[in-house]
């Protein structure tokens, strides 16, 4: 493994999707998440974070020390208490080091019969949001074959047995997602440089690997990296998100021609370098 990293960042993400589902809210029949007063499209911190261990799952191919922590089958508190260590503390380095998900987002390890305490991952991801209110369409949709004897009893009758469902989709919506990378966190966990490639990979290819009719036509934008000289920061992260700025080019935009992303470099200070996807190759 290589040294953690000395730099901290400061990073913001675009993503689009187009006729699919991007985050249903189980709370409200799968619907497509939204801001309740405002109808701002949502996804959530913890769906990003799913895509972003399914890809390292993909190309990894859990094998240490990129293997992933939170995933289906997986029994943490065994895998808690087989940790070595005295205390708490002690059992906390074994896992970041085997874990690329508990190095880089932290873990909740207070269970079991051992317990691993509670570990704050450098990486850390905002709710995604999007630029403009969304629409959720409702859409039926219908089956031809029957599941029992019963429901086909039922429909005898009729010319074509079918059974009906519901979809939920948005036309079209741009997100933009806000994310911060402490040095002084990595430092705890050992979240290195390849972790740190290997997370801009990831969100690069969160969506290429996870295509699902329910998901629509899902693609990454716009990542726009802020990396700071000082491990504490050169500049407040609001103002360097201010930066990036998001125009409105048509008044109901069904693609990302209809938006322009730019990026103000004019008096950046000095001690800040930008980086941006696609125009540079982070990996």
Known sequence: MSEPIKNRYDFVFLFDVKDGNPNGDPDQINLPRADAEDQHGLVTDVCIKRKVRNYVMLEKKLKAPFDIFIRQEQILNDIIDAAP???AQERQAPLCEQYFDIRTFGAVLATGDKGAGTIRGPVQFTFSRSEDRIYQAEH????????TKEEAKKQEKREFASTFG?????????????GFISAIDAEK????????????K?????????????????NPRKLVIFKHTNHLGNELSGR??????VKKNSKLPRAIEDYSIVVNKANLPSKITIQEWPEENLF
């Open 85 to 87: 260590g005295k205390n």
């Open 140 to 147: 039926s949709i219908t089956r031809c074959a029957v599941t």
């Open 166 to 178: 519901r979809k939920a989709t948005v036309p079209y919506a741009l997100y933009r997602m806000h």
């Open 189 to 200: 966990t050992k979240f290195s440089d390849d972790d740190l490639t290997l997370l801009w």
């Open 202 to 218: 990831s969100l690069i290819n969160a969506f290429e690997n996870d295509r699902a009719a329910a998901r629509g036509e899902m």
């Open 240 to 245: 360097l998100f201010e930066r990036v700025t």
